[in-house]
């Protein structure tokens, strides 16, 4: 079976399971209202976009840590593992297109207020400091490192990353504080997210498909997502905290 005939069939299956009009929805509804308000939307309507993704993004995360975990921790592992197998493809929708809208939504809300000088480099920096390391989690999850396909995604990823950074960094100047830092805490959310949490639901789905599932390990990885969900949620509260500093000028 190719790789893509392989993630064509992991998509369609856990969108059959996550419900095809949800799964749809979770991705066309975010994706098009960004993609509306970078191009043709007003400030005011960007700045929606960007803070209602985000209020969502960190609102799940924080719910699944401090409501969800514990309730499941006190169920025996076949019903943990039940709920995981019934509510994991949802969130491998709707989660990365929430995290991909506050981010996206974010970085070009500042950019389009003047308020990200000297960009370039830092996104070089930024992507180089995602891509590289999230690739290495993803390759070590799935234990793909001799995989000829894990390692020519992760080859012209890197070369990629490393030919931005040199065609941008003679150009390095020092941007706001405030974004640098905003720039290192989406960069521990985005390796965290898709190099740890995504990885963890695709996990989780080929278990829950196998011939004989192993509930102990669905039960497991799911546990810690949301284990790790409430860290997300930590990491995007001091986000909210930055935003506000940038939007105020506190400092």
């Known amino acids: 079976m190719s790789t893509r005939t392989s993630v064509r069939g992991t998509i ?27 191009t043709m939307g007003t400030v005011r309507q960007h700045t929606y976009v960007h803070v209602m993704a985000g209020v969502l993004w960190t609102g799940i995360d924080l719910f699944m840590a401090a409501v969800l975990g514990p309730v499941l921790g006190g169920l025996d592992v076949e019903a943990r593992a039940d709920v995981f197998q019934r509510f994991t493809p949802k969130m491998t929708f709707l989660m990365p297109m929430l995290a991909l809208v ?20 830092w996104l070089a920096i930024m992507n180089a400091a995602i891509v590289v390391p999230a690739l290495l989690l993803i390759g070590y999850q799935f234990r793909a490192f001799d995989d000829r396909r894990w390692q020519a995604v992760f080859a012209v990823a890197t070369v990629a990353s490393v030919a931005y950074l040199a065609v941008t960094l003679p150009g390095f100047a020092m941007t706001s504080p405030v974004v640098a830092v905003s720039l290192g805490l989406v960069v521990v959310l985005s390796v965290l997210g898709f190099g740890v949490l995504l990885p963890g639901e695709v996990l ?17 990885i799911g546990m810690r997502n949301a284990k790790l969900a409430g860290v997300q949620g930590l990491f995007q509260l001091t986000i909210v905290f930055v935003m506000v500093s940038l939007r105020w000028g506190g400092f």
């Open 12 to 38: 369609q299956g856990m969108g059959s399971r996550a419900n095809p009009a949800f799964a749809a929805g979770a991705v066309a509804v975010p994706v098009l209202a960004l993609a509306y308000v970078v």
């Open 102 to 121: 506050t981010i996206v939504g974010g970085i070009t809300l500042a950019l389009r207020l003047g308020r990200f000088p000297n960009a370039d480099p």
């Open 204 to 220: 989780m789905y080929t278990e829950m498909t196998s011939a004989d599932p192993n509930t102990r390990r669905i039960a497991d």
